[in-house]
């Protein structure tokens, strides 16, 4: 039986995010920034308060931000929009919610495999949405090779699922358009007779 967030405690809710390591404070882009990694594929949207959110960053995540220069590096792999993307008005609650200390010393959001929905999403509501010039830091990177041209790769854990679905991209670019299901992984073969949907569902975050 599936939990909601009124039916975890706090304590709970916590100890989940703490052991999924969505929101990890870790290593120096190339400029210098430290980087907070966020992995969208764990976050537990489902089962994840609003207001124990809000609390959780203020107390775990923007403490270690404070009077220092920072960046995002949010890894948007295999994002599914009914497990792990809160809902845009969730999302503009928290980051009005974010201090304005913190927030002026956001320099830059690395945005790992965007896909086509979420840059559809984002140009369009992107704006409207995050104020502050938050939509002007964005930095689409589609591929890892490119996200080394900002960040040493022994600076920041990557994910192994993370790494197979750049090389799945590799082999079959339309992933990117989400015009091919990323679910076989079969290189060098055309995907003929797979019972898999054609069209990727991955939806925005």
Sequence with gaps: MSLSANELHFDQQQQLMETLEVFKVQGRDKRGRTILRIIGKFFPAKITADDFLKKYLEERVFPKLENRPFCVLYIHTDVERSQNF????????IYDAIPV??????????FLHPGLQARLFLATFGRLCFSGGLYG????????????????RN????PDFVVDHDEDLEYRPMMDYGLESDHP???????????????????IS
Excluded: F, Q, T
């Design 155 to 158: 600076e920041v854990e990557i």
């Design 86 to 93: 809160p809902g845009i008005s969730a999302l503009r609650s």
């Design 137 to 152: 830091k964005l930095k689409y990177v589609s591929r890892l090779d490119y996200l080394w041209e900002h960040i040493r």
């Design 185 to 203: 992984r079969v290189y060098g073969a055309p995907v003929l007779d797979s019972s898999e949907p054609m069209y990727s569902m991955r939806c």
């Design 101 to 110: 200390n913190v927030k002026d010393n956001l320099e830059a959001v690395y």
